[in-house]
């Protein structure tokens, strides 16, 4: 005689089953859609790597460009403060 398991059983595995695949599923798809992100990530900082060496050959290696004016300006030089000497008594 053949064993089968009760049909809510089964119904309750192969819903299981099925909400396992589907979710197997979208991690493949999470997954490749991470790749091509970092793929357009890459090409986007070798354009801004081209294109900052352009600007920086036109404008100076040093200038510092407002992105929302377009305006140059040349780099500020930062301020150190002169260090206190400590005198001993």
Same mark, same amino acid.
């Given at each position: 005689?053949?064993?089968?398991?009760?049909?809510?059983?089964?119904e309750?595995?192969?819903?299981?089953?099925?909400?396992?695949?589907?979710y197997?599923?979208?991690?493949?798809?999470?997954?490749?859609?991470?790749?091509?992100?970092?793929?357009?990530?890459?090409? !986007?900082?070798?354009?801004?790597?081209? !294109?900052?060496?352009?600007?920086?050959?036109?404008?100076?290696?040093?200038?510092?460009?407002?992105?929302?004016?377009?305006?140059?300006?040349?780099?500020?030089?930062?301020?150190v403060?002169?260090?206190?000497?400590?005198?001993?008594?």
């Open positions: 005689m053949e064993k089968k398991i009760e049909e809510k059983e089964l309750k595995l192969q819903a299981l089953t099925g909400e396992f695949n589907k197997k599923t979208q991690l493949g798809d999470i997954t490749l859609q991470k790749h091509m992100i970092c793929v357009e990530v890459d090409k !986007l900082k070798s354009e801004f790597t081209v !294109l900052e060496k352009e600007l920086s050959e036109k404008y100076g290696k040093d200038s510092v460009i407002n992105l929302e004016t377009g305006e140059v300006k040349p780099k500020e030089a930062e301020v403060p002169e260090e206190k000497s400590l005198e001993k008594k």
